[in-house]
């Protein structure tokens, strides 16, 4: 089995939704597209440094994301935070789940329809992203 794992410190970003010119042409938010960049730039230093190539082997992903806690916050209500009791709201998990799924492909795994099993996990804590991918060899 082979497994790589990276994380990206800083607020999570999740997935923006396209954007439409007047002329009706769509582009990618470039918040998404920065933050696409960094997380491929980091899995594929990760994979370099274990000696792997993309697979074309179905994958597993774990996912977890986490967020700072606002600062505006009570006391009570950053304590409840940090021992999960609340968990954050925006970005949709299924926004994290796709922008790390984008830009991972063609890095980890040739094709992010390889992957069959997603686990993504959101809560409060030091903000960074941290991604999991394993696989049959």
């Known amino acids: 089995m082979a497994r790589v794992d990276f994380w990206v410190k800083?607020?999570?970003v999740g997935k923006g939704r396209p954007r439409f010119t007047k002329s009706g042409h769509t582009?990618?938010?470039q918040k998404t597209k920065d933050y696409e960049h960094k997380l491929a730039a980091i899995a594929s230093d990760a994979?370099?440094?274990l000696g792997l190539e993309p697979t074309a082997s179905k994958c597993r992903m774990h996912i977890l994301a986490q967020f700072e806690i606002p600062k505006s916050w009570s006391k009570k209500r950053r304590e409840a935070a940090t021992r999960g009791?609340?968990?954050?709201g925006r970005p949709d998990i299924d926004n994290v789940v796709k922008i790390a799924l984008d830009a991972i492909n063609g890095v980890v795994f040739e094709d992010d329809a390889q992957v069959h099993k997603v686990?993504?996990?959101?809560?409060?804590?030091d903000p960074m992203i941290l991604v999991s991918v394993e696989w049959d060899e």
Do not use: H, L, N
């Open 119 to 125: 686990i993504a996990t959101k809560r409060y804590g």
């Open 85 to 88: 009791e609340v968990s954050p």
């Open 10 to 12: 800083g607020q999570p």
């Open 47 to 49: 994979m370099q440094d």
């Open 27 to 29: 582009y990618t938010p």
